[in-house]
């Protein structure tokens, strides 16, 4: 067991990843109770641009698990305006509600127009126009998405976001960026030495990430924006685990410059010649984490096991949260800090769980055996993890009731640490 915990401390056996430039995307494999019929018509014009927008709006919906998508292409005519619905071929489809638009170039930009009606009452639910760039259309499909879902269900938004990862082929390893679809991947640094550990900013603009370039883990701080990077953390020994304070400006890293590893408080900006230290026993602490309220959740076997453990961001006493089994680790705290995601041993095999923060109530999301390094959606809903299917490195999701699942499609290489970044501005 302590053999495992081990490996997020110091060089953590080499990490792994995805197909190297190649997009990555989730099928959904099991679903929410209760889907939501929605007819989803094509937009008037949006064949006429790269990137159509309703495909993507229908594969986010859908891919939540929560939603029916039904194809409304075959209406006659094909209703892009409200005036133009024509609701009983939509109430023989089970639809409860229809999505229809527009796309329309407005000089070097598009306007995209687009209703959501409810076909019982025949209102309008949302009614918006968004006007992009023409290489900014998945970002708009992605935000129509968002509007939709959050009217729906009242979760707020997640399609709209991030996703970075590490990928391993051969000996190359890539630390890449994608839409929270898997779509649209950049690899923003390639490596022949292991990458690990991306944490994204609470503004969406960096990554924090472990590289082993210089022969030895250190902590970077990548600008996403400009590709600048910089030194975090270089100090004597192991520097690890990088997590992100919720102004931005600190990071929590993992030292063992005077012996063990413990937990330290940093510049994000990289001016560290004093680190404050948060832990000082003689156990391993790692993988510190910050909750909304500026509170650190971590990972200590101080109490002879692998547990997580609460403290304040300056230090001091620690209390333990989690207690049901022997092996629990890798925790993080959802946006609205009710829920903690963590990896918790269970018969042999090492899977997904939530705690409720409140009641302490356990619940095992997955029925895979190597999971590691879960990382909420942005709104809470969908957790994000890496697993091992097939001898290989994957990403699957499952949704933190347990109900809805989804995994990577089948493709060469390793992909892990995955990491869900901020709603886009």
Known sequence: MLLRFARFVVAMSLLASAAAHADISFDVVGVGANQYPIAIAPFQNEVQQQQPITPVVSDDLARSGLFKVIGAGDLSPVPYEQAQLNFPP????????????????????????????????????????????????????????????????????????????????????????????????????????????????????????VSFEDQKPIVYVQDLMTGKRWKAANFWGSNSAPAWSPDGSKLAVVLTKQGGSQIYLVDASGTNSNPRRLTNTGDINTEPSFTPDGQIVFTSDRGGAP????????????ERLTFQGSYNASGKVSADGKTLVFVTQQGGGYKTAVM?????????????????????????????????????????????DGRVKARLRAQAGDVRQPAWGPMLK
């Open 307 to 318: 547990q997580i453990y609460r403290m304040s961001a300056s230090g001091g006493n620690a």
């Open 356 to 400: 409720d923060m409140s009641t302490r109530q356990v619940q095992v999301l997955t029925d895979t055996s190597r999971d590691d390094s879960p990382t909420f959606a942005p709104n809470g809903r969908m957790v994000l993890y890496e697993t091992q299917l097939g001898g290989k490195g994957v990403l699957a999701a499952v949704s933190s």
């Open 90 to 209: 939509l109430v023989a489809k089970g639809a409860q509600t229809v999505l229809i638009g527009s796309v329309t170039p407005q000089g070097s930009q598009i306007s995209i127009k687009f209703h959501l009606v409810d076909v019982a009452s025949k209102q309008q639910l949302v009614g918006y126009e968004l006007i992009v760039p023409p290489n900014k259309m998945r970002y708009a499909a992605h935000k129509i998405a968002d509007m939709v879902y959050d009217k729906i269900t009242g979760f707020g938004p997640m399609f709209n976001s991030k996703i970075a990862y590490v990928v391993k082929q051969g000996k190359r390893f890539e630390l890449q960026v994608a839409d929270a679809d898997g779509f649209a991947s950049q690899a923003i640094l390639a490596s022949n030495q292991p990458i690990m550990s991306p944490k994204w900013s609470p503004d969406g603009t960096r990554l924090a990430y």
